[in-house]
């Protein structure tokens, strides 16, 4: 098979989510494959296959892209949702092994770790498209080696570093591939973007603080917005002193509280 795309989903609740997300793509796309690695033994819909996670490696993630059956392949994490079309992101295959977007919080420690200058910054891993060549699965196996020993839970650091040592040819996707900053519908002009994968953990609020399960888009949007005015009020509120009028001052001086 030549595109499809995998999830992958341990225990029930993100093999649930694994289906809500699944669900949203057959909406948009009924036709292409769509495949599960999961530890659950009974889940079927809305799955063309279901697979075992595959063994040996810490990380299931790394370990089931590995194991991917298509010749070219989308992984999704969980806590997703697609609103448009993602066929044609295949296509930057034709050129890169691997195609990944950059992680959205990027002046903080916890985004800056990892190999490289703060210019090459992480990427996020929760949706990726790459090819089932012999250069990706090499990379593959050494992000999954250095997963294993780095001791580190967030993949994504072990990430960085490989990408700024290898040859490996990638595509830095634009946000509306992996939208995890979902305000930013707000900022879009009419022509700006087609918004395809939303990407956030507003999806796992209910296994998080025990909140009402969202999966609406509408909902997201509006505990996004909620959420961005209470990052705002925080700062305000620990600098009580400090003029935050000019919009631009204000990201400086949220990275100074982030140093205190």
Known sequence: MKNGVIYVGEGAEYAALACQSAASL???DPVLPVHLFTDQAHVDFPFDAVHPIP???????IAAMAASPFERTLFMDCDTLVVGPVRDGFDILD???LAIAHDVRRSSELIEAGDGPSTFCQHNS???FYNKSAPMLRFLGDWSAAYDTAGVARDQVTLKGLLW???????VLPPEWNLRRVTMLDAWEPLDAIPRIIHSHQLLRHLRDGGVQVSDLKDILRLEREALKLEWSALKQRLPSTN???PV???RHARDVRQE
């Open 165 to 171: 040592a290898s040859d490996l040819r990638f595509w």
């Open 244 to 246: 935050l009028a000019d």
């Open 126 to 128: 929760g949706v990726m």
């Open 249 to 251: 001052a204000s990201f």
């Open 55 to 61: 063994v040996g490696c810490a990380r299931a993630k």
């Open 95 to 97: 050129r890169f092994d």
């Open 26 to 28: 057959r909406e948009i």
